[in-house]
């Protein structure tokens, strides 16, 4: 961290100069994660923490939809991204208009989308949900059919958890399709690795997993197993992050990076702080209907 100590400095003054309060995702780099951010975890985590956000300025070092609804659930609060481009391959698969055409080819079946979507597609669902409380939510939509949008692997992984049957999206995760079944049996086999892998990995990778979960599940499955060594199937920022909390713990890296996620460094949120950009803002009328969407995703909890 030390060649980053100038950079962190100088965001560390200015953030509480300006008395905000800085939110990282889990896969920001360790720079950020450890040495700028106030609050971390995972999406549902940065959803719960912009709902009782005290600070009227939140600097969310993330995903552009994150940062979507930390404004929506905070809307009186000035919500800034570093850089506007950052994306999510699952957000950008599904539209509104196409939510639309599914309600119409599904008349009176109740619509989950994942947070990886726009808030334009968040106003036409009837609840949110995050990996951490999908089985929960499509299950507290008390339908014994629910479209579940956009991650078809996610949504394959629900499927097996629930008695709801769900009518899939084609949306995947550009970053986690790519994990292979060969790569996580190499990390066991070669390495004697524990295998964790996060829900948007394709079905064959999840079936060798030894546990599929959230980002924050991920840390917390680590802090009960405690492994001498593990793979985690899953952005690689996360591995960075989670090696200084468990020294004993030996981090096999199969390795792919978010490029969205990291379009977020020290220079563009010191620049953000600087000169309150980029300000993220969402139309009233999308925002009102989102937010019923958000708050019943917040209302299952985890
Ligand atoms: P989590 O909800 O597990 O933090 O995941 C968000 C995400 O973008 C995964 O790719
Ligand atoms: Fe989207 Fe995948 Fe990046 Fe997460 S890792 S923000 S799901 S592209």
Known sequence: LSMHLPWIDAINALKRERGAVIM????????IFHGVADITGDSLALAQAAAGCESDLIVLCGVHFMAESAK????HKTVLIPDLEAGCSLASSITAEDVRTLRAQHPGVPVVSYVNTSAAVKAESDACCTSANAVQVVEAMGSERVIFLPDRYLGSH???QTDVQLILWH??????EKFTAQEARHARERFDARLVAHPECPPEVLAEADFVGSTSAMSRWLE????????????CSMADNLRARFPATQFIKPCNLCPHMQRITLPNIHAALRDMKHVVDVPADIAARARRALERMLAVGR
């Not at 929506?72 to 809307?75: D, F, K, V």
């Not at 949306?171 to 986690?176: A, L, R, T």
């Open 72 to 75: 929506i659930l905070a809307p």
């Open 24 to 31: 990282a995702h889990s896969y920001q780099s360790p720079e």
């Open 158 to 160: 629900v499927a097996t």
């Open 171 to 176: 949306g995947q995760c550009e970053v986690h």
């Open 224 to 235: 009960r197993e405690q492994p001498e060594r593990v793979a985690l199937i899953t952005e």
